[in-house]
């Protein structure tokens, strides 16, 4: 750009001026402009970026990053009661001591020859999760739960060769974005309503929109209200009959309590993994799908599938299934693109499934759905609000209704943020029918004594005015 400055920023890659110019002519070209020609002119910036001066010391760049950093507030630090995809979970130590190794965290897409052992780990990961699940097969990690969706009704669309999916009105908004923008274009997306009372699948809505289009039915369980959802075999029943699917998006947090979605007709079973043992970081962690072994649905994965089999040497060795499937044996005439993968959340949740075992997870379970319960009879004391919102029993998250406080849910979130705790999440944009609702979530992270904390805030603050 003709007359902007140069400036050198230390910590921008080839920033420096001279080594910009000594690039441009190793290509033959005269400026940055000439690799930008393909961009339409009127979408240029046509002026230098608004950045502040550079910091030209690793000191000066501490001093300015700090205060803003320090503005966060984490998990770790307040009371938190926020869940809606992301969770506060215990991750034991052993999970951080293993993943954090060396073997594992800078093993980025090598091969068994020259890195051993990740397959195996890989292999074990799988066979835990498809224990967890009561499938035959599981995948190795996707980016998220959200993408294991979309995959999840792709593959739906490829076994059927039918091009419409019904996803469910409760569904998580965020998801839902996801799966809209990653399915084929040629797929239409229908809405299933979800019944104002209960909070689950409304069957009646299912019926009349199923068809000889749809390829699947999409549900979460539990749904994003944390309401779990019992009407399962009816649900799979009807989508049977009318030659569709049914995917199911589970919390594999809530399998040492509840079915797996294989036992009440879920044909592929999807979900996200970062419950098992993922820091909550800055989003989610990677997303699982599962099914039962049928040839069918198995060659429609694009995901890397480990298994073990015989050497020529007597020896077993661990390796891909059908390599063919992927985009990396078949680059131009893929089914779906696989390139990098969170496949380092595999290693974490595989420790984690490992060190809790069968009755490990069965006690979080009950110990998750102990707090939710007696968190819902407690906030239910406070006049004004209502735990009873949706009549479906939940698992650790549930609608608090707080339309008859008087007070929005970002005046009360913000009331509580100021006494070290995080409200629910504000379901008023999302769900507007449900008017001022929020999402409260309770994990094993949290204590009798931390509900009663909580209950004693909102009771004080919706007794006076705002401060």
Not at 258 to 278: F, H, K, M
Request: aromatic share 8%; with cysteine.
């Amino acid at each position: 750009m003709p007359g902007k400055r140069k400036i050198t920023y230390p910590y921008i890659p080839n920033s420096a001026p001279r080594i910009q110019e000594s690039m441009l002519r190793e290509i033959g070209a005269e400026s940055v402009d000439d690799l930008l020609k393909d961009i339409p002119d009127d979408l240029r910036l046509k002026e230098p970026l608004n950045l502040p001066e550079p910091c030209l010391s690793e000191a000066e760049l501490r001093r300015h990053m700090e205060p803003i950093l320090n503005k966060n507030i984490s998990a770790a630090e307040a009371l938190c009661f926020l869940g809606a995809g992301c969770y506060h979970h215990q991750v034991p130590a052993v999970v951080d001591e293993i993943v954090s190794s060396s073997e594992f965290l800078t093993a980025y897409a090598g091969e068994p020859y020259e890195d051993h052992g990740r397959f195996q780990a890989l292999f074990e990961y799988q066979s835990l999760m498809a224990e967890l699940l009561d499938v035959e097969v599981c995948n190795v990690p996707t980016y998220d739960g959200a993408q294991a969706a979309g995959t999840a009704l792709s593959m739906a669309t490829r076994i059927t060769k039918r091009n419409a999916v019904l996803l469910a009105g409760s569904i998580n908004p965020d998801r839902r974005a996801v799966i809209e923008t990653y399915l084929d274009p040629g797929v239409s997306i229908e809405s299933v309503r979800y019944d104002p009372l209960s909070g689950l699948l409304d069957l009646d809505d299912l019926s009349a929109k199923l068809s000889d289009r749809i390829a699947a039915v999409y549900l979460e369980n539990p749904t994003y209200f944390g309401s779990i959802e019992t009407q399962g075999e009816a649900v799979a029943d009807r989508a049977h009959r009318a030659g569709a699917l049914l995917v199911v998006s589970t919390d594999p947090s809530s399998l040492g309590v509840l079915t797996p979605p294989s036992r009440y007709g879920a044909d592929i079973s999807c979900g996200e993994i970062q419950s098992l043992g993922i820091h909550m970081h800055f989003g989610t962690g990677g997303g699982f799908i599962a099914t039962a072994d049928h040839p069918e649905i198995v060659e429609e994965y694009p995901s890397r599938l480990f298994s073990l089999a015989p050497t020529s040497h007597g020896e077993w060795g661990f390796g891909d299934v059908l390599w063919e499937r992927t985009s990396f044996a078949n680059r131009d005439r893929a089914k779906e693109f696989v390139g990098t993968h969170a496949a380092l959340w595999g290693i974490a949740a595989a420790v984690y499934l490992a060190a809790m075992g069968p009755q490990g997870m069965i006690d979080l379970g009950r110990a998750i759905m102990q707090r939710s319960l007696y968190a819902r009879k407690r906030l239910a004391e406070i006049p004004g609000v209502r735990t009873d919102r949706f009549s479906a029993v939940s698992f650790k998250e549930f609608v608090v209704d707080l339309n008859e406080t008087g007070k929005t849910v970002g005046e009360i979130n913000r009331f509580l943020l100021k006494r070290g705790i995080f409200g629910g999440k504000d379901l008023s944009a999302e769900f507007p029918e449900l008017g001022q609702c929020a999402l409260y979530c309770f994990t094993e992270m949290v204590s009798g004594r931390d509900i009663d904390t909580l209950v004693d805030a909102l009771r004080g603050f919706l007794g006076r005015e705002w401060e």
